[in-house]
Each structure stands twice: as structure tokens, then as C-alpha cells.
């Protein structure tokens, strides 16, 4: 019916609708974030990336349903709770891959996002759980341009200090630098005295901690369903792969910018926005292979 | 013998070869293949999916496990709302497995390829989980039956009420596929001739998580009421987010055009309450409607949605066609089922029409609140009966070829 909408919206109504797509790009930036600290220090394409995800919005929901634990706890225990089943995974299967292949990794890690996710299928169906906005958090702002729900809003805000955080502790910390130490010459670093497989199993956990932070925050938004990391996850890794495989302050910017960009996409051709982010992928690989932030190996 | 005679001779004997021919055509031996073709894993899962194929499966066993003397198989797929897997899967089950019946496929697309491949091999096609009214209109077909609901009966129900409760101006959210697509436009031929108007569409892809921009667009227009013309986890997001951009506390109305039991159990009595609804079925309607129910959700866990107890339906008329004609001739089974009055647990004293569509009232339903809820499950009120001759279009607006029309 609608087909290409050519008539330009007035500005108030383009102006809502980029803060949208701000409030999807921080999810984006959320998850492809913990998509590059992992890929970065473990050469690990994370594909259990969006069941983590789900995890996390499960975490929260269980908590609450079984606990009485509401939103704001949830925010720090289902981090660490999916986290730590990250940990897990790790010393079971994914560090016996560090040497091989990205490629087995990428294997190992599908195939665990499946089951994962097919045991949360089993156990509550696909549709989906309810979970309300935290009672300060309900309600909205008018903005004079658009109506602002508080907990977009918050979204937004927590979303850019936890990125800002993440990117500031790898690259401008003593911790941090042992890191990328240790993912450059593990061998030496080791030789100084630190525990290199301990700081990889850690930094994995983080990073899947950052994907169940990412679910917490989605839970009260979209339905909290064993589907919802799927959905997600091809989008997040071209977001990953635009920014440059490995490149935190990358996956963080290009996240932002192409939520804002499929937010445009859904006012002049929604029938596309669920493409557009996958045709600017292959035009960023074919002009720069590497990613808009990656570096060029060789 | 003169010429005369040799014609009436020759038509003689062809008269015998054609009875010889029908008599012919009993039962083949072989056991009665049905397949549960839906949606296993997404977003149409919970509606259609395993409940489907559990439905199926009562109602092979309630009818003894066997048919005319053979043996009742179910057979079951993930067509992944894939047209061309949903395609490829029935061409396997009907040339290699020997399947005679495919049943429920929820997601329009899907149901249209595969109505023409059931069509062209001649087995008959029991439709539960897919909506779009061009299954019974320009894609009919004489071994389609569409059994539970469709999008005429949606627009002709929750459509309806809407314009007379004074929403005349209307904006719609679309599926972009065939049933999103059928659904908008039955609808918005309800909304027309009801003296109201269309402000404008927008087409989502399938399967999208956030709709607060498609919400932001439809707020703008400042329709009365925002049509959702969607299904399964996308009316849910649609729903969920639009009290978030206080939709309804801004004064639209949302109409959840296909909304079934699954989806608000997934929203909470908090967010679906008020919705008004068009289904086929409810759990608690009646005793016998509560009977079988309650065996459906000790296997599931789950009440059964309007188009997994339309599976039920829908096997078991096929089945007592089958004893009826004593044939598994696709073809014959289906004229059996015209012959033969529905009466189920959910139908009573169904018809099969001409252009493949069952006859059956409908109900307008409203989500309760919180607090009229008393019970697990408690979800509706019934709010009106839509009669079948109301519910569904009239065979004289038919599009369907098969329908003679004079």
C-alpha cells in the first residue's frame, strides 16, 4: 500500500522519529559492544551473543517472578548471574578454540545459542512474558516534538555511560592494558606474573554480563521471549562487522548511528528497514573491508 | 447392429466402465497421512505450532486411531513462515511419504503456495492457523477448506465494532505479507462503507521487535483508531509499546485485528485489558468447550487458541468424511464433507461452502480486567454473536471461480 514515502515529514515528526532510532542504537551499541571486547581480546565470534541476551531478560523475569527481585536489582544480579554462566562455557568448551580457527568458534557458539535457546522454546513457548516498566521509570515527557517515555529515556542515558565506561576501562586503564597485552603477546604477559587465562575467562564473562545487562534493559520494552536474541543478533553483528571486527570505540559508534539511521529508513521506506542495515554492510565491506574503525591486517 | 445401435452400445458400456471407475475408488489401503504443517519455532508458534500438533493428535485418537479400516497417521513440520520451505516440505510429504491432508499452516504467504500445489495433486487442504480471505476468494480451491476464521470475519467483527462506537477515522499498522495486506484492506472496506475514512498505512516488515516508530507515525496522523493488522509477537510489541507512547491515554484507540488467547497471555491482563477481539472459539464458552479444553491444556499447559481447537475440528469432520464415503480420493472426501453438517465442541451445525469456506458464527469478544479475572486463564467476556451469513462474505462478492454465479 504505502510504498516510498517521498513527501518529506514536517521537522518535529522527523525529529521524533531520529530520537527513536537514538533509543534502538543504543541497544545495538549495548550488545555490539560486548560482541567487540569479546572478538577483540578472545578472537571469538560470540554467536550465544543474543541468547545471552535472552538470558539476561529471562534472569530478570524469573527474579521477579520467583524472588520478588524487581528491575533495578535485576540490572546487577542478572549480569552477573549470566555471567557467570558465561564463565562456565568458557572453561568447558570455548578455550580449547583459541588457537584453532575463528571459524570453530563460530561453529561452537551457534550451536550453543541453538540448544540455549531451544530449551527456553521448550519450557515457555515463543510468545513471550510479560514484564512491566519499574514503577519510576512509568509515564512519559513531552517534548514538544514527540512524547518521550522516562524509560527510553533512561535507556539512552544508561546505555552511553555504560559504553563510555566499557570503552574507558580497555583503553585508558592499567587493566585494560594488560588485556590487550595479553590478547597481542600472551606468552610474555604471562611471564610478568599475570594469570592470562583467568583475565580471558573474566573478560568473556564481561562481555556476556554486557549482553544480559542489554536484556534486562529490553525486558520491559519487548516481550521477554526465547525468540527475542535471534531477532537481534544478525542485526547487531553487521552493526559489529560495519564498525570494524574488534573496535570498541567502532562497535559503540556504529551502533548509535545506524539505529539512527534504520530509524529513517522505517519514516521513507519501512518496507526496507528491516534490510537497510545489511545493504550498508556489504557497501562498507567492499569499500572498507576492514570496517569503518577496524585496522587493516598486513 | 446398425449405428444406432453400436452408439447406444458404446454408451452402455461406457456407463459401466465410469460406475466400474467410481466404485473403483475406495480406500487405497494405505494408512490416512495427515500433516501438521506450522509455524515450530517463531513467532506464530504459540498460536498454530506444537498445540496444532498436539490437536491433531487428539483427534486421530478420539477417533479410534483408525479409519474405513486403516490406520490414521500424524505426520508434522516447521515451515519456518517460509513460503518455499512450507512448498517444498508438502511436494515431499504428498510424492515420497504418501501424505493425504495437510493441516492448520498459520502465515497467509505459506497457505497460498501451498493451496495451489494441494489444488494441482488433488488432496485436500484443511486450513485452521492462516487468515487471508483470498484462500476461500481468488486463490480457491475445490479441495480447500478454510475452517476456523479469516480476515473477512476479523474486519466484519472487531472492524465493525470499532465504526460503531465512533471510530470513523482510521491508521493502519501492516504485516507486509499477504495476510497483513488482506486483513488492511477487508478492513478498511468495512471502515469505507461505514461512512468512515483511511488517514494512511504504513507496512512493517514481519517478525519486527520495536514498533514505537510505525506507533510515532500512526500518533501523527491523529486517527481515531490505529488498526493492527498484524499477528502473534508483532501485535504484542504493537500493544505493549503503544502504552508506553500513551496511545490509548492520548485518546486512540488501538484494534487488534487477530488477536488470540496466546497473545494475551503474553501482554498480561495490566496491558490487554479492554481489547476487543473476534475469535471462532474461547475456552470457557460453553461445558463442552471447557471438556475438551481441559484435556488440551493438561498435555499443553496452555488454553488452546481458536485455531489449534480448529485443527481438531477440522481433522475430525475430514476423518468421519473418509468413513462416510469410504474413499481417501481427495476430491470425493471433500464433496463428502459438504454433504456431511459440522457439529463439534466449537461448531454448531457448520456448513462447507462451495468456494472451500465453513460456515460458523463468530463472537466479539473483550479482555477482562484484573480484577474481573477470578481464575487461571479467566481472559474474555463475550460481548456479541456474529452469525455466519454476517461473519463471512456472501458468496455473491465471491471472487472464487468455482462459485457459479447466476
Known sequence: MSSLHLAIPPLPALMAQLFIGLINGAFYAMLSLGLAVIFGMLGIVNFTHGAQYMMGAFAAYLLLNFLGIGYWWSLLLAPIIVGAFGTVLERLFIRHLYRLDPLYGLLLTFGLALIVEGLFRQE???????????????????????????????????????CLATWFVIERTRLGSYLRAATENPTLVQAFGINVPRMITITYGFGVGLAALGGV??????????????????????????????????????????????????????????????????????????GLFGRELG | MNRKQLAAASLAAL???????????????????????????????DLGGPGSVAAAQMAAKDFGGTVAGVPIQVVSADHQNKPDVGKAIVQRWID?????????????????AVQDLMKEKGKVF???????????????????????YDTYALAHGTGAAMVKQGGDTWFFITADYAFGHALQRDTAEVVTKAGGKVLGSVDVPLNNAD???????????KAKIIGLANAGGDTDNSIKQAAEFGIVAGGQKLAGLL?????????GLPVAQGLVLTEAFYWDQTDETRTWSKRFMEQMKK??????????GAVTHYLKAIAAANTDDGPKVVAKMRELPINDFMTKNGTLREDGRVMRDMYLFQVKTPAESKYAFDYYKQLATIPADQAFRPLSESECPLVKKG
Not at chain 2, 509455524?39 to 506464530?44: G, H, I, N, Q, R
Not at chain 2, 515420497?96 to 497460498?112: I, K, Q
Not at chain 2, 488454553?303 to 481438531?312: I, K, L, R
Open chain 2, 15 to 45: 456407463g459401466v466402465a465410469l460406475g466400474a471407475g467410481s466404485a473403483a475408488a475406495q480406500m487405497s489401503g494405505k494408512p490416512i497421512k495427515i500433516g501438521v504443517l506450522s509455524d515450530m519455532s517463531s513467532l506464530y508458534a
Open chain 2, 259 to 267: 488477536v488470540f488467547i496466546s497473545d494475551v497471555n503474553a501482554l
Open chain 2, 211 to 221: 514498533f514505537s516508530s510505525f506507533l510515532l507515525q500512526a500518533q501523527q496522523s
Open chain 1, 124 to 162: 515457555w513457548g515463543s510468545s513471550g512474558l510479560p514484564y512491566s516498566i519499574p514503577q519510576e521509570l512509568t509515564g512519559a515527557h513531552n517534548l514538544g516534538f514527540m512524547f518521550l517515555p522516562n524509560y527510553r529515556a533512561w535507556v539512552i542515558v544508561a546505555s552511553a555511560g555504560i
Open chain 2, 126 to 148: 484443511l486450513i485452521s492457523g492462516a487468515a487471508s480471505s483470498d484462500l476461500t476468494g481468488k486463490a480457491c480451491s475445490p479441495t480447500g477448506v478454510h475452517w476456523t
Open chain 2, 96 to 112: 515420497e511419504d504418501g501424505v493425504d491432508a495437510v493441516v492448520d499452516v498459520p502465515t497467509s504467504s505459506v497457505a497460498l
Open chain 2, 303 to 312: 488454553p488452546p487458541t481458536m485455531a489449534q481447537a480448529g485443527v481438531y
Open chain 1, 217 to 290: 534493559m529490553a525486558a520491559p520494552i519487548y516481550q521477554v521471549s526465547p525468540l527475542m536474541g535471534s531477532n537481534i543478533i544478525i542485526v547487531v553483528f553487521a552493526v559489529v562487522v560495519i564498525g570494524g571486527m574488534g573496535s570498541i570505540l567502532g562497535s559503540i559508534v556504529s551502533g548509535f548511528v545506524l539505529g539512527l539511521i534504520e530509524g529513517l529508513t522505517k519514516v521513507f521506506y519501512p518496507e526496507a528497514s528491516s534490510t537497510a542495515i545489511f545493504v550498508i554492510m556489504a557497501i562498507v565491506l567492499l569499500v572498507k573491508p576492514a
